[in-house]
């Protein structure tokens, strides 16, 4: 550790007098103290908004680099953090499990944790992190072997550390925590092993659960130690025991709506891929394949677990149309409060904010081919031929029928978070235009084995590029502008005050864009692909934004042809920080 940080703490213990500390009020408001960015998402509504207007259409163009970072070593991969700023330290995660404190005036590395990862980690989709969580004096941050380690915000110092789950069966975990009311919730990484989803508390100061809730049909949750009450309804939308590896891993993370005081998480894809063996290959009455509560957006109470209500954005799912895909809560045109979210299966839905209730849905990429829409009760109207064969009808009984789905399992949009401004009442949605030939084959539970019972080949739609940056009103579903790129896009957005919205590509460009129209007003070259988050905050007076850079995460591992297209980006580790000088901020 810094000796300069060491030395501070000890004379500020001697003296008694108290560290500064991140209280739930912080959080509460942390969209609008500019100074601090202690939540992932810049509030926990996940909006990406800030009310900066320092630096501005007028002005971004002298936005010039203030410092930056090497995560050094030879630990690249795929670099997903949000940086998180408190107290005149920012802190970072990085690939394989690590964490950072830097000076934020400086860049000067203050400390580093590395956590002792072991062998046989089964990560689904590269070695990233996509964040920590800040309260009280702790920082918090989940590691590959599926654990939840606190740390000393000042020292980095480990003051507990818990298990998420058995890294030996398929479980990791890569999100950022979520803090509200003193405890810190979790989700959980790796649907593709047959893992089950489950939503975890624990109290921030000793590590101790308060509950769980486990998101397929049958499991049981806990609270305060003791069995509470079982999710759903044994065998209501499952054929026999497939629901003890049903999948569902929660593993984006959630976001937490105050004025109705709910945790919102989304579930990904039921097991195994294979919706045949599930009772989803053909049409059924009622819900019965609908294989709750996979592939879905849960309304939880934050104090006991148990689950307000959901919306199951693909019932019957067969794609690996994931529904972790982040929930922001927003004010429409009509001045009511929604729910926006952008899915993996193409289509943006808005959702009532008191109950999760559908409202409308409007797709957001082209040539959706699964459904030929959305019913009036949000639920897909299927293209059942568009649905991957069953293995036992084919000849073989080794494969089903290949069929080109569009989009493809990597989504019309993926984990990256997009934004939403309240100047335009905009959202900013990171998407691919791609598609799929995806089979079936058959597939048995095999603990810490892959458990898909599919195949695939990603491919791109058109020739000229594959990523679009999507201005869409969620109230119309109108597109308003479009940035097309020609590789895909795998990083956050982030909108303010004023008038800006920031994104990277996997070239490596971090660009601002004006928000009302879509023209590039600058860019920086950052050496690598960005498949970060930017945040922007203001110090001494000045506008700071900050992005990492580091190419990696899902695409060149799954990508089919489309990482073919990719192979040759560079793979780096370097967080940027940018400022607008106090001279340059005036209108040019």
């Not at 073989?396 to 569009?406: L, S």
């Not at 934004?419 to 603990?447: C, H, R």
């Not at 042809?561 to 793979?571: D, H, P, R, T």
Request: aromatic share 12%; net charge negative.
């Amino acid at each position: 550790m810094n000796r300069f940080i060491m030395a501070v703490t000890a004379s500020l213990v001697a003296a008694g007098i108290a560290q500064a500390e991140v209280t739930e009020e912080d959080l509460r408001n942390d969209q609008t103290i500019t100074t601090q960015v202690v939540t992932n998402g810049m509030g926990r509504h996940l909006q990406r908004y800030s009310p900066l207007d320092i630096l501005n259409r007028d002005n971004v163009q002298n936005l010039v680099p203030a410092w930056a970072f090497s995560l050094g070593g030879e630990k690249q991969r795929g670099q997903e953090t949000q940086p998180l700023i408190y107290d005149g330290i920012m802190y970072i995660t990085g690939s394989y499990s690590r964490l950072y404190a830097i000076d934020v005036k400086t860049g000067e590395e203050l400390w580093q944790y590395d956590a002792r990862l072991p062998e046989g980690i089964l990560p689904c989709c590269d070695v990233i992190n996509r964040g920590a969580a800040i309260f009280g004096d702790k920082i918090y941050f989940g590691t590959l072997d599926a654990r939840l380690v606190a740390l000393d915000l000042k020292t980095g110092d480990v003051v507990w550390r818990d298990k998420i789950g058995d890294y030996k069966a398929g479980y990791s975990y890569t999100a950022a925590p979520l803090i509200v009311n003193g405890l810190v919730i979790t989700g959980n990484s790796g649907g593709e092993f047959g893992i089950v989803g489950e939503v975890q508390a624990r109290d921030a100061e000793t590590g101790d659960i308060v509950w769980t809730r486990p998101v397929i049909e049958g499991h049981m949750g806990t609270l305060n130690g003791e069995e509470s009450t079982m999710t759903g309804t044994l065998n209501a939308t499952w054929p026999g025991d497939m629901w003890k590896t049903g999948g569902g891993a929660t593993w984006l993370g959630g976001s937490y709506d105050a004025d109705t005081d709910t945790l919102v998480f989304g579930t990904g894809n039921p097991a195994p891929w294979n919706s045949h063996l599930r009772n989803a290959g053909t049409p059924v009455d009622g819900n019965a394949g609908d294989n709750l509560y996979a592939a879905s957006r849960l309304g939880i109470d934050p104090a006991t677990g148990d689950i307000k209500w959901h919306f199951q954005t693909t019932p019957r799912e067969g794609w690996d149309f994931d529904g972790v895909n982040e929930v922001v809560a927003f004010t429409g045109s009509d001045g009511k409060n929604y729910f926006g979210t952008a899915d993996r299966n193409g289509f943006f839905y808005i959702l009532n904010r008191e109950d999760g209730a559908f409202v409308a849905a409007h797709p957001f990429v082209k040539d959706i081919s699964w459904a030929e829409g959305i019913d009036e009760n949000g639920r897909p109207i299927f293209n059942e031929e568009n649905r991957p064969g069953d293995p036992t009808a084919a000849a073989d009984g080794n494969k089903g029928e290949t069929i080109f789905a569009v989009p493809s399992f990597l989504g019309g949009k993926n984990w990256m978070p997009m934004a939403f401004s309240q100047n335009t009442g905009l959202f900013y949605v990171p998407s691919n235009e791609w598609g799929m030939d995806i089979w079936n084959e058959p597939i048995a539970y095999k603990e810490g084995a892959a458990y898909l019972g599919a195949g695939f080949t990603i491919k791109p739609l058109f020739e000229d590029y594959i990523g679009s940056l999507k201005a869409l009103d969620p109230m119309s579903g109108e597109i308003k502008w479009e940035f097309q790129n020609p590789a895909p896009l795998w990083g956050g957005v982030m909108t303010t005050a004023g008038g800006l919205v920031f994104t990277g590509t996997p070239e490596g460009h971090f660009i601002a864009f004006d928000d009302a129209t879509g023209e590039e007003l600058w860019s920086f070259q950052t050496g690598s692909g960005i498949v970060g988050q930017p945040i922007t905050w203001e110090q001494d007076g000045e506008q700071y934004v900050s992005v990492i850079s580091g190419w990696g995460g899902a695409v060149p591992l799954w990508g089919g042809e489309v990482a073919k297209q990719v192979s040759f980006l560079n793979q780096g580790g370097t967080l940027w920080t940018f400022r607008l000088p106090r001279q340059l901020a005036g209108n040019n």
